[in-house]
């Protein structure tokens, strides 16, 4: 028998990060969740408790802070238990909406890019360099992100936009450079569908088509994962396993 895989959940207070726990615990695989306040995230607790003994470590990463990034990094390299990481997951993020270009506020702008893209590039980093092989690393994107598939509908979402974008492109440097020193890490960028969680309930001026739940777009994102490899490096997938345009 297989041992489990080992993943690392970074965001999984709430919503799809929390969704990818539970999914992944459900299976009997061993996972590292990680939220900025561990005293704070009851619905994980809940489901660590629930899982067999030391399947589920919690821990606290804030990935506005390069401090906790590199305090969560040191903590992951000192583990006695763990010798590989099959996945990374780094879905950790915000939506302050609006956000609008010509009305948002040098923070508001700030706060975006910094959660969104230079966070989660950082943490992803930090974790390579703990030296601890690494499988994949899939980054929570959006098709908001893409440049070739301008959205101009999306009034309200330019800083997010804009940060969507961004980690794509570094994302996709990331796996270019890995690939030149040969690492066998998988980059994947994906994009969850129109997920109803928390972060999305905003009045908006259009209706959203395709709304789906968190275990629906999980599920898909779980199969696709799992299905790429070193050659799909530096690519853009949507929870159904279909390209998507940079």
């Known amino acids: 028998m297989a041992a489990p895989a080992i993943w690392i959940?970074?965001?999984a207070s709430r919503g799809i990060g929390l969704e990818w726990v539970r999914q992944l615990l459900a299976r009997g695989d061993h996972v590292l969740a990680t939220v900025r306040d561990v005293a704070k995230a009851s619905r994980l607790w809940t489901l660590a408790g629930s899982a067999a003994m030391g399947r589920c470590q919690l821990f606290e990463c804030d990935v506005a802070s390069e401090a906790s990034i590199n305090?969560?990094?040191r903590e992951v390299a000192a583990l006695r238990n763990i010798d590989r990481i099959d996945y990374v997951i780094l879905n950790a993020g915000i939506l302050q909406y609006p956000n609008r270009a010509t009305e948002l506020?040098?923070?508001?702008?700030?706060?975006?890019?910094r959660t969104n893209a230079v966070g989660p590039i950082i943490t992803a980093q930090r974790l390579l360099h703990t030296g601890i092989p690494i499988g994949s690393i899939a980054f929570m994107s959006s098709d908001s992100g893409s440049a070739t598939d301008f959205r101009d509908f999306e009034d309200g979402f330019a800083a997010y936009a804009a940060s969507k974008a961004a980690l794509n492109q570094m994302l996709r440097h990331m796996a270019s450079e890995?690939?030149?020193?040969?690492?066998?890490?998988?980059i994947l960028a994906m994009h969850p569908g129109e997920?109803?969680?928390?972060?999305?309930n905003v009045s908006l001026g259009w209706e959203v088509e395709g709304i789906i739940n968190a275990d629906e777009s999980v599920a898909?994102?779980?199969?696709v994962v799992e299905q790429k490899t070193i050659l799909d490096t530096g690519t853009f997938w949507t929870w159904e396993g279909n390209r998507h345009p940079w």
């Open 9 to 11: 959940v970074v965001g």
């Open 71 to 73: 305090n969560f990094a």
């Open 105 to 113: 506020s040098f923070d508001n702008f700030s706060d975006h890019l």
């Open 178 to 186: 890995l690939a030149r020193k040969r690492y066998i890490t998988t």
């Open 195 to 200: 997920v109803a969680t928390d972060m999305a």
């Open 220 to 223: 898909g994102m779980l199969r």
